[in-house]
C-alpha cells in the first residue's frame, strides 16, 4: 500500500472528518462547530491522512510548550489495519524538539474504535 498523504486539515474537510467523527465515536462525536473552537485555539493542529483523493483518517493535536497533545484520531472503517494511524502518530510526533520532549494520548473513554 502506499503511504498515506498527510497534509493540514482544511475548512473543506470538516464534512468528511464530522462523518469520520460520528463513524468512530457514534454519541460522543465531537460535533463540526467543536472541531472549529479546537482548531481556532492557538496550538491547535488538524492533519488529515489521505489515500488518493479519499479522506481515510485524521488527527487534531495541541501543541504545548514542552509537549504534544493528541486529542482525537480516527481512520475510516474501511482503511483500519492499514497502517494509517500510526501514519498520523509518527507525523504528530515530528512535532517534538529537543525542548518539546512529551508525546500525550489523551484517549476518551468512549473510544471504542
Known sequence: MTPPRIMYLQQRDLPD???IER???HQ????????????????????VACIGSEI????LYELRDR???????????IHRRLGIG??????????LSPTRRKFVFKVRESNLC
Open 56 to 59: 481515510a483518517g485524521y488527527a
Open 23 to 25: 463513524e468512530c465515536f
Open 67 to 77: 509537549s504534544t497533545y493528541l486529542h482525537s484520531l480516527a481512520v475510516t472503517a
Open 86 to 95: 500510526r501514519a498520523r502518530v509518527d507525523h504528530a510526533k515530528e512535532t
Open 17 to 19: 472528518i464530522t462523518a
Open 28 to 47: 460522543h462525536a465531537w460535533s463540526t462547530p467543536e472541531i472549529i473552537n479546537f482548531l481556532r485555539r492557538n496550538n491547535n493542529v488538524g492533519k
